[in-house]
């Protein structure tokens, strides 16, 4: 066998994201791109800012001496103390320079750390529903993931993360705004979570981490403000990406940003720059670190993601599925009809509609829609919704 036991198992059982994607592109080569309702990935459709593009033509009019060459792994300075200046402002805190490394998305990012805080065998608790690259991103650290349930309306089941952790535990995984659900976790389930990683640092005589994977930090609607994670407990790594809220999927841009209050820090600093190296990664890519650092408070048009979002929940609870209503991303993750999850999916894609089951974020029997698409295509998919709605009597009182 060419590749590895691991890697083969892996394969075999695809992701679901990924398995829907290619199915959907097979459609659109026999159906045509426009007559196909794909929701499978998470690909932003809109256009980088045009304070952006107005950047790279100036960088490129005006280049700067050794603009391309190797840098210090943490990235450049001048980047990294824009970065921190606009967080001290937003915490408060005393973010330096020093407290940032520029990683190569929110996936290096959380590689770098897991490699860094994770000895073998140590345990990262993440609540499920999830993004499933994480099973795969704490194996690399030779860790292991350990699932906790949240509560029905996705909010974090404090109680129970609490139970889970045990002496084996590293590290507390979130991600907010979420995907797949869209929530957004409150100021008190933070406080809540804060309260307890705190008191279990000290019965286990240990320092666990708190991990804020915040790739959907400014996809936020409904005029709330994201919690500032750093708030609530001192030994709290977030991760940033710029992938969604700059449209940069493809240039793979992002950063970890370190609590100031953080134990060890320059220890824990030193490791994630190893790791951001010897990982292979070596720096984040240089030109978009220089256009990034300026654009710190800038994000593609949120109101239209806020758009299309009312429009799907909106209708869908119309419908009858209950959806919980997303505060943030551009994901929904509504109650599939059926326990089935993958069979509904399947029903609509013979509609030629595309969702990814709930059994790929590890949680059957719910499906998620990936809003990232153009409003037309949403209203041309909605009568299909409605179709599979009816098939099975769902009511509208049931949507919540
Ligand atoms: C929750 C979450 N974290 C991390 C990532 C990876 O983002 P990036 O493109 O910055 O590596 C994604 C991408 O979809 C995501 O959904």
């Not at 998470?42 to 005006?62: F, T, Y």
């Not at 797949?180 to 933070?190: A, Q």
């Not at 708030?231 to 992938?243: D, E, N």
């Not at 209708?315 to 089935?340: M, N, R």
Request: proline letters at 5%.
């Amino acid at each position: 066998m060419a590749i590895s036991k691991k890697v083969k198992s892996v394969l075999d059982g695809a992701s679901w994201i990924r398995r829907m994607f290619e199915e959907g592109e097979e459609m659109k080569r026999i159906h045509g791109e426009e007559n196909v309702f794909d929701f499978s990935l998470g690909n932003p459709d809109v256009e980088p800012p045009d304070s952006l593009k107005k950047q790279l033509k100036a960088l490129a009019d005006n280049p700067v001496l050794g603009m391309h060459r190797y840098m210090a792994n943490s990235g450049y300075s001048e980047t990294r103390s824009a970065i921190a200046a606009v967080l001290a402002e937003e915490s408060g805190l005393p973010f330096q320079e020093d407290h940032i490394v520029m990683t190569v998305g929110a996936a290096g990012g959380l590689n770098v750390i897991l490699k860094t805080i994770l000895d073998e065998g140590e345990e990262v608790i993440v609540p499920s529903p999830y993004f499933v690259e994480y099973r795969f991103y704490i194996d690399n650290a030779g860790g292991s993931l350990r699932l906790v349930d949240t509560n029905e309306d996705f909010s974090l089941d404090v109680d129970a993360i609490e139970k889970a952790i045990h002496r084996n535990t590293k590290a507390v995984l979130i991600n907010s705004p979420n995907n797949p659900t869209g929530v957004v976790y409150s100021h008190e389930s933070l406080e809540a979570l804060g309260k307890v990683l705190e008191r279990k640092s000290r019965e286990l005589g240990k320092t666990l981490y708190l991990v804020s994977d915040e790739a959907y930090k400014r996809l936020v609607y409904d005029h709330i403000t994201l919690p500032v994670v750093f708030h609530y407990y001192p030994h709290t790594l977030r991760v940033i990406s710029h992938s969604k809220d700059l449209a940069l999927a493809g240039e793979r841009i992002g950063y970890i940003a370190i609590n100031p209050k953080c134990e060890d820090i320059d220890e824990l600093i030193a490791g994630l720059v190893f790791a951001n190296r010897t990982l292979g990664f070596v720096n984040a890519p240089a030109l978009m670190q220089r256009l990034v650092g300026s654009l710190q408070k800038n994000s593609v048009n949120i109101h239209a993601y806020e758009e299309r979002r009312d429009l799907f929940y909106n209708t869908l609870t119309a419908f009858g599925y209950p959806v919980v209503k997303p505060q943030g991303a551009f994901y929904l993750f509504p109650k599939a009809p059926i326990e089935d999850d993958v069979a509904f999916t399947r029903e609509l894609q013979e509609k030629r509609i595309l969702v990814v089951p709930g059994r790929g974020f590890g949680k059957p029997g719910h499906f998620r829609i990936a809003y990232c698409v153009d409003k037309a295509k949403i209203e041309k998919a909605l009568p299909g919704f409605k179709e599979a709605a009816e098939k099975y009597n769902l009511k509208a009182e049931r949507g919540k």
